[in-house]
């Protein structure tokens, strides 16, 4: 299964220069955790980053920061995972087991921005391919059944 078929498409951005203070806003707003920082070029938004709301906690008010003073750039993680819309789901999973990272923007072949895809994503993946796997057993023997009568 390639990771364009399961991403959510619809992904929350922002700009380096965003707020952290907007940059919570949004992820409130859309009732999101992350969200993923673009520069915009030729019309498309390319990732450069990611912001979570474990960055904000850590980095900013655990640190007894001024939210509305730290720009989105300060505090974004830039080394920046990135999948291909083609790529292996299992591919994929390993490349992110290897880097500890739960959420991976997925660009087209421009590497514009199409999508995210999470841990939790590939859980759900993961769960209906095993309920699939586990529906074997029941149509087998319904075949048995069939071909002894």
């Given at each position: 299964?390639?990771?364009?078929?399961?991403?959510t498409?619809k992904?929350?951005?922002c700009?380096?220069d965003?707020?952290?203070?907007?940059?919570?806003?949004?992820?409130?707003q859309?009732?999101?955790?992350d969200?993923v920082?673009?520069q915009v070029?030729?019309?498309?938004?390319?990732p450069v980053?990611i912001l979570?709301?474990?960055?904000?906690v850590v980095s900013v008010?655990?640190?007894?920061l001024d939210?509305?003073s730290l720009?989105?750039?300060d505090?974004?993680?830039?080394d920046?995972?990135?999948?291909?819309?083609?790529e292996?789901v299992?591919e994929?999973?390993?490349?992110m087991?290897?880097r500890?990272?739960?959420?991976?923007p997925?660009?087209n072949?421009?590497g514009a921005?199409?999508?995210?895809?999470?841990?939790d994503?590939l859980?759900?993946?993961l769960a209906?391919?095993m309920g699939?796997?586990?529906?074997i057993?029941?149509?087998?023997?319904?075949q048995?059944?069939?071909?002894?009568?």
């Amino acid at each position: 299964m390639r990771i364009g078929k399961i991403c959510t498409v619809k992904t929350i951005v922002c700009t380096l220069d965003e707020s952290i203070q907007g940059a919570a806003l949004l992820m409130r707003q859309h009732h999101v955790g992350d969200l993923v920082v673009v520069q915009v070029r030729d019309g498309e938004k390319i990732p450069v980053g990611i912001l979570t709301d474990r960055d904000i906690v850590v980095s900013v008010i655990a640190l007894g920061l001024d939210p509305a003073s730290l720009e989105v750039g300060d505090v974004m993680s830039d080394d920046l995972l990135t999948t291909d819309e083609s790529e292996d789901v299992y591919e994929l999973i390993e490349r992110m087991r290897l880097r500890g990272i739960r959420r991976v923007p997925v660009v087209n072949r421009d590497g514009a921005l199409s999508g995210i895809v999470s841990a939790d994503d590939l859980l759900e993946f993961l769960a209906q391919e095993m309920g699939e796997l586990s529906r074997i057993a029941s149509h087998q023997q319904s075949q048995e059944r069939h071909a002894r009568h």
